[in-house]
């Protein structure tokens, strides 16, 4: 069965430094989201983006993180100069297009990112 | 805001059955989710159900809904070790993101 892909599973870098988490959608998707998960806290939204332009964001998402689809198959999260407090569970999601499951969102498996 | 609320922990014995509940307040949801999330692991679509539906039954699973009080309520059946995870409830109108709540962690004992 086709799933969500993320990669790196646990990234850890030093505040301030530039991050790229990566994620490969289900193949005939076309909705692509981020969201994150702070230690203990709820799943919170981020952006989607659809058509090669973001349709969504939330008020997290300032200009310190940015999305990209590359190359076709590859849909990034960058963060420009991370904090403390941008240590959480980051999960890609995608969703396919028309359908009875046309909304229905499915996750990878998560990036872990700690901030030092 | 939209919010979702779900008790925070459900304790069980294996074999018995498990009730999770959640409730929203978005009166626009179409479709509301169950996602279970095991240890280290990311977030599995378990089932959905869309609103205007009353119940809806997936092997050891039944989803009820009841619009007029926007309550959501996931039973498993036969509860057993390996159910042990959280299980997040979310709503969405269909067209936007996801509103998640909190999860509940449901522990089941042998």
């Known amino acids: 069965e086709p799933e969500v892909t993320q990669t790196p599973s646990h990234q850890v870098t030093q505040m301030g430094q530039e991050v790229i988490l990566r994620c490969v959608p289900i193949s005939n998707h076309l909705y692509f989201y981020w969201y994150r998960q702070i230690l203990g806290q709820k799943v919170e939204f981020l952006v989607s983006f659809y058509n090669n332009e973001i349709s969504e964001k939330s008020e997290i998402f300032d200009d310190q993180f940015s999305v990209e689809r590359p190359d076709g198959s590859n849909f990034t999260l960058k963060i420009r100069s991370t904090k403390l407090e941008d240590s959480a569970m980051y999960f890609c999601?995608?969703?396919?297009?028309?359908?009875?499951?046309?909304?229905?969102?499915?996750f990878g498996p998560g990036t872990r990112l700690t901030v030092l | 805001g939209e919010d979702v609320e779900q008790s925070l922990f459900l304790s069980v014995r294996e074999g018995d059955s498990s009730v999770i509940n959640c409730t929203y307040t978005?009166?626009?949801?179409?479709?509301l989710y169950w996602y279970k999330q095991e240890p280290g692991a990311g977030l599995q679509l378990l089932t959905y159900?869309?609103?205007?539906?009353d119940m809806k039954q997936d092997q050891r699973l039944t989803v009820l809904l009841n619009k007029k009080d926007k309550h959501l309520s996931l039973r498993i059946a036969d509860t057993q070790t390996g159910d042990s995870a959280i299980y997040f409830c979310a709503e969405s109108p269909g067209y936007s993101t996801l509103t998640f709540g909190k999860g509940t962690m449901l522990l089941v004992s042998p």
């Open positions: 999601a995608s969703t396919p297009q028309g359908g009875p499951l046309g909304d229905t969102q499915y």
């Open positions: 978005d009166s626009s949801s179409t479709y």
């Open positions: 159900i869309f609103s205007n539906m």
